[in-house]
């Protein structure tokens, strides 16, 4: 064999995949000096272990604060990124993508050479034994930290998780996306085949949220964000703007748990972002023109007309 022809790459295998050799012979075309497999260093030294399960806000930070510190540290997460949940609202109505707010745990800790990640699901922990219990393997700890966040408390509803999805996953932030992006889709839709029943495109792009808290507060002013600005002008048939957000609160007001003047504040801002003055909305839903599928948006702690 000629040293042209020994340079090609292997013929592929009957079953699309490479011949092992044909790989490896192709890797080190590739990366001639590709280091082999090898650990850099043992998992484990005599020093204390400390394993911290979660890599969220609770766990990076402990992480990040044991930095310099005699021990060693192992970061266990189901998931291999940190995701900054403030912003999750953000990729829930598009105006963000995931890859923004999400960040691999390894790179955020890399200097930090007492400590390790490894990507998880923890199901359960031995206290009498020091063992964190994983799928594939236990593993051992001298301290252990449980920083695996909260879940979202629906009051007694647990029947409406189905139907309204909590807003803690960037998977959670997709599924509410693609909900939310589907309505105006539909309403568009019907708007070009000539099924634009008032009524009904009305509600297609009316979105209800339970609660006025923080979560049910920022939800609602960026729906708004979403259809009044991102979204404005990209449909031909429907005026995004003129969804509709419905925002309720048992309480006799929003924000409950914050001082009344700056839960105030928040429901004034909300009606602002929600389409302006009531005086602004026309009657029959038409601006500049354009018909609008319905009124202008509102929010508040009951519906309003
Ligand atoms: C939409 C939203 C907006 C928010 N906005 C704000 C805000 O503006 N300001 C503010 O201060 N706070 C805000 N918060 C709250 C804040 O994000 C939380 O208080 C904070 O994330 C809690 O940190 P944590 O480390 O306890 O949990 P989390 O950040 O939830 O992290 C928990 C980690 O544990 C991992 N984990 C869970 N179970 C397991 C398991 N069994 N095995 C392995 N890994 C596991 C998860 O993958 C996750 O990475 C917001 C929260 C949300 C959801």
């Known amino acids: 064999m000629d040293q042209t022809t020994h340079n090609l790459p292997a013929p592929p295998r009957a079953d699309g995949r490479a011949s092992l050799k044909a790989r490896r012979a192709d890797n080190m075309d590739l990366m001639p000096h590709a ?11 005599s020093r204390p272990h400390v394993v911290i399960v979660g890599g ?29 949940r403030p912003m999750l ?40 034994h020091h063992l964190v219990q994983r799928q594939e393997s236990d593993l051992p700890y001298d301290y252990l930290i449980l920083a695996t966040g909260a879940h979202y408390n629906y009051f007694g509803h647990d029947e409406w998780r189905t139907v309204a999805p909590g807003l803690h996953s960037v998977d959670d932030a997709d599924l509410i996306r693609g909900k939310l992006l589907r309505a105006f889709e539909a309403a ?39 259809a009044r600005m991102a979204l404005a002008h990209d449909f031909r048939r429907i005026d995004p703007r003129a969804a509709r957000i419905v925002l309720f609160e048992a309480a006799p007001r929003i924000l409950p748990g914050y001082p009344e003047q700056l839960a105030a504040r928040a429901h004034q801002h909300l009606e602002y972002r929600g389409g302006g003055r009531p005086a602004d909305r026309q009657p029959d839903g038409s601006v500049d023109g354009r018909r609008r599928g319905l009124a202008g948006g509102a929010m508040a702690r009951r519906r309003h007309g």
Do not use: C
Request: glycine content about 10%; cysteine-free.
């Open 35 to 45: 280091p082999s497999v090898s650990l850099r260093r043992p998992l484990h030294t």
């Open 188 to 226: 568009e839709r019907l708007a070009t085949y000539g099924q634009a029943e008032p009524d009904l495109l009305q509600e297609l792009l009316t979105f209800i949220l339970v609660g006025g808290g923080t979560a049910g507060v920022e939800m609602a002013g960026t729906i708004a964000e979403m």
């Open 89 to 128: 609202y953000q990729v829930a109505t598009g105006l963000l993508s995931a890859d923004e707010i999400a960040a691999p745990i390894r790179s955020v800790l890399w200097k930090q050479k007492n400590t390790e990640v490894l990507m998880a699901e923890v199901i359960g922990v031995d206290t009498q």
């Open 56 to 84: 969220g806000f609770g766990g990076l930070y402990t992480a990040r604060g044991l930095a310099r510190t005699p021990v060693d540290v192992t970061v266990v997460d189901q998931h291999n990124y940190h995701v900054f």
